[in-house]
């Protein structure tokens, strides 16, 4: 009997988890050479200022929105303030680790895609702390802004000299918005609710905090949208599997030409 073949229903194909203890192993090494690093690119503190009014000019010759409308708004009221520097100090990483382990236990092709595409931005991300020390708007006068952190709390980050646990002058690009950014395109990608759209609200918030804290430029976060945007152009989102029908009734699996969801349910 000749074989033959028809489209049967997408039928969720769960490919193997990658090995937990080594997936815990590398998330730990890509931390660790994020914090190396960022220590790496401290002490460059007049070139990171040089920098910083460079990006402050370039910022106002292309027009863009000045920060301190932002922290205007954010300094309406003590509450306000503080819910903002508690985001900032307090989500990044939880959301992120949250996300992954997320990934992992529901989505695994998703999450290596996703582990592949938040390590080539850091990385990416690394080089241009070195290349480019960027002090933050907090630490500019001509800016006009305040060290919201210092001033309304908490604040994670100690004076410059003595503070040897992050590098203060590694602020473009800002991989608070690119890694919140991979975040919601993620799950937007590995989802299939009607309401995925709304993890887009996570880096819309993270922008604002760190814009309105004055922790970063607009500029740092379109620099880690463009990295971002050329990770996932080069690293692509698994494809989903299709089943297909044999003339024996047997179900044999083809991989569908769209790139869309591997295993995803509502």
Request: aromatic content about 8%.
């Amino acid at each position: 009997m000749n074989a033959r073949t028809e489209p049967g229903e997408a039928e969720p194909v769960t490919p193997a988890r990658p090995p937990i203890v080594r997936e815990l192993l590398l998330v730990a090494g890509l931390f660790l050479v994020y914090k190396l690093g960022r220590q790496l690119a401290a002490g460059h503190t007049g070139e990171a200022f040089r920098n910083a009014h460079d990006v402050w000019h370039v910022e106002r010759l292309l027009r863009l929105p000045r920060e301190d409308a932002v922290q205007a708004l954010l300094l309406h009221g003590d509450t306000l303030i503080k819910v903002a520097n508690t985001y900032y100090a307090t989500v990044h990483f939880p959301a992120t680790l949250a996300f992954l382990v997320w990934l992992y236990l529901r989505r695994p092709a998703h999450y290596v895609w996703a582990r592949r595409v938040l390590a080539a931005v850091t990385a990416a991300a690394l080089v241009l702390h070195l290349a480019l020390p960027l002090a933050p708007p907090r630490m500019l006068s001509a800016t006009g802004l305040i060290d919201t952190a210092r001033v309304y709390g908490p604040s994670v980050y100690g004076p410059p000299r003595t503070d040897h646990l992050s590098n203060q002058f590694a602020a473009m690009p800002s991989l608070h918005f690119g890694w919140a950014l991979m975040v919601a395109i993620g799950l937007i990608v590995a989802t299939r609710s009607r309401w995925r759209w709304l993890w887009l609200l996570h880096p819309l918030l993270t922008l604002l905090m760190i814009v309105g804290t004055a922790n970063h430029y607009w500029l740092d976060a379109i620099a880690a949208g463009a990295l971002l945007g050329l990770a996932l152009a080069l690293i692509h989102a698994p494809r989903r599997r299709t089943a297909t029908t044999t003339g024996r009734g047997t179900r044999a699996l083809v991989t569908a030409e769209e790139p869309v969801l591997v295993g995803a349910g509502r």
